[in-house]
């Protein structure tokens, strides 16, 4: 019976940067979790991104102290393992793991919702339970089908979604006469006893950067695109989230 293998050399760094961004996914952070922020932080919620980005550059820098040695598909199991043990590592491995699908059933629902409204506003009645079902399927086979058909379809897709909400900001701001909000750099207003939540809640919606770590089979020339994936879209959400606007 022939085994199975992962297609090996066959993501080029813009597909890894692609999986990464598309799991921290700052087109639904601009969606979702900004409102969330500034009921925390007001105007200095680019403050909060821009503090949590920070942060979680220093633990990407000492990922990637990992990245540059070696690869697997284990990510961040062997990594922990090699250095804190099996324990340690199995722990890590079951929580990422459960991080990961609780991710997913975040972004199916939020597939499932959008979609529901998108459809009911043109007269098209469809269960959720069917939307959420179509979105796993396709996923699920995009996935298995091929790597890189996925990796490029989510390149292609949340670089369109970046744009089109880009897009956005500037039709806004323009249309409403653009100015600078110099309140988002009073001091005086600077919500110092909430600005530790508002940190809190930036680096919940960025996590997802070290996802390409586990593509170490799968990565064309790992030891250097796997670590430059995981800076590179850490930087780009965190700069995309703290450029967007609050309500």
């Known amino acids: 019976m022939a085994s199975a293998h992962l297609r090996p050399n066959c993501l080029s760094f813009l597909e890894l940067l692609a999986q990464a961004i598309a799991l921290i ?19 200095w919620s ?6 949590g980005t920070v942060m979680l550059l220093f633990v990407a820098l000492n990922l990637n102290q990992f990245a540059r040695r070696s690869t697997s598909a284990g990510s961040m199991y062997a990594y922990i393992s090699r250095g804190l043990g099996l324990t340690a590592g199995g722990i890590c491995g079951w929580s ?29 009645a469809v269960s959720p339970i069917l939307l959420f079902a179509i979105c796993a399927g396709i996923s699920w086979f995009l996935a298995w089908k091929n790597v890189q058909l996925s990796a490029m379809l989510m390149l292609i897709l949340e670089s369109v979604s970046m744009m089109l909400i880009s897009l956005l900001v500037v039709i806004v701001l323009f249309e409403h006469d653009f100015a600078i909000d ?15 939540l508002g940190v ?41 989230s703290s450029s967007s606007p609050t309500p």
Do not use: H
């Not at 680019?46 to 503090?51: G, K, P, Q």
């Not at 919702?113 to 098209?124: C, D, E, Q, S, T």
């Open 96 to 124: 990422l793991i459960w991080a990961y699908l609780g991710i997913s059933m975040a972004g199916v629902t939020g597939f499932s919702i959008f979609a529901g409204k998108l459809l009911a506003m043109i007269g098209i």
């Open 46 to 51: 680019w403050l909060s991104y821009a503090l």
């Open 25 to 43: 996914s700052p087109t639904m952070t601009a969606a979702l979790i900004i409102p969330v922020m500034y009921a925390n932080t007001g105007n």
């Open 182 to 196: 110099t309140t988002q750099f009073d001091m005086a207003t600077l919500p110092w006893s909430s600005l530790g």
């Open 200 to 240: 809190v809640v930036a680096i919940f919606s960025l996590v997802g950067f070290e996802c390409a770590t586990a593509f170490g089979e799968e990565a064309k020339d790992p030891l250097k695109t796997i670590p430059r994936a995981v800076i590179w879209s850490l930087i780009i959400s965190g700069v995309f």
